[in-house]
């Protein structure tokens, strides 16, 4: 017996109209959320622009005049002090602490995932819980190595350390992106010869590529951002970004519009790596929340 075909539900049909007020009330939460979140960067950029007796003023003064001074006392021009060296250290170690973590994390990742690994969640859960320890708990330990083996003040102590703090999330996020790599894409390589060193580079990296630049993205950032090592561990030759940020902030005068011009400008490598690696990230971080 053939059964009555439904007619297809109109434009103002009940079930339509509810689900309309919920998307609508979604979205304009995500853009308060969105404003919320840009509003406080922004109003960091506008201070950055203003004289320093506009910065201090209560309530702010949002229509003062724009000025440079601050950015000018940044990079030196009242006292001398140069911020290139800091932003060099903290460029330094934060690119070739990531590219050692993709180096140690791709290969690690592609044996959890891809290689018959026995109780590969214990490792992967052993891993993340070195996150778990808290930072200064192991700060006193590595301050003792390093003054015994005369690495304090050293750009390099530094990568170490990144390295070593960034690379077990790193294989973490890599172990998902790369159990999305099809297998017979790998069994073929296997098949017509292929070692572990060109499946990685020509298999499995072009595949799982947006998963490293967005694991790559993370690690730069943290490594950018570190700053109780980098604090306690570095002095005058090593000293990052975050430390020289920190540096600004005195007991006496007014410092608000040239903190926020240099926090403005210490914060442009990580925006303008965001930006560019925005489409990676979100497709990277999805694909891996998927899995």
């Excluded at 003064?61 to 940044?74: D, I, P, W």
Aim: glycine fraction near 8%.
């Amino acid at each position: 017996m053939n059964r009555p075909l439904l007619a297809p539900r109109r434009p103002g049909s009940p079930g339509t109209r509810r689900r309309r007020p919920t998307g609508t009330l979604l979205g304009l939460v995500a853009w308060l959320c969105g404003i919320g979140f840009f509003l406080p960067v922004a109003w960091m950029v506008l201070t950055s622009f203003h004289s320093e007796t506009d910065a201090a003023t209560n309530p702010p003064s949002v229509g003062a005049g724009l000025s440079l001074h601050g950015y000018r006392e940044f990079f030196g021009a009242g006292s001398g002090v140069s911020p290139w060296p800091p932003l060099i250290n903290s460029l330094t170690a934060s690119v070739v602490a990531t590219v050692l973590v993709l180096l140690l994390a791709v290969p690690a990742a592609y044996a959890l995932a891809i290689k018959p690994v026995r109780k590969w969640s214990d490792v992967l859960f052993f891993f993340l819980s070195t996150k778990m320890l808290p930072l200064v708990a192991g700060l006193l330990p590595v301050y003792l190595v390093a003054q015994n083996t005369g690495m304090l003040d050293s750009i390099w102590l530094l990568v170490l350390l990144y390295t070593s703090m960034n690379l077990p999330i790193a294989v973490w996020m890599m172990r998902s992106f790369l159990a999305e790599v099809p297998v017979e894409m790998l069994e073929a390589a296997s098949i017509d010869g292929a070692g572990l060193t060109t499946t990685l580079t020509r298999i499995v990296a072009p595949v799982a590529m947006p998963g490293i630049a967005a694991t790559a993205l993370i690690s730069f950032i943290f490594s950018w951002n570190e700053l109780l090592f980098a604090r306690v561990l570095t002095g005058i030759v090593a000293g990052t970004s975050p430390v020289f940020l920190t540096g600004l902030v005195t007991s006496q005068g007014l410092f608000l519009a040239k903190v926020c011009a240099a926090a403005t400008v210490i914060s442009l490598p990580v925006i303008v790596a965001g930006f560019a690696a925005q489409d990676k990230l979100v497709q990277g971080l999805s694909l891996g929340a998927v899995k």
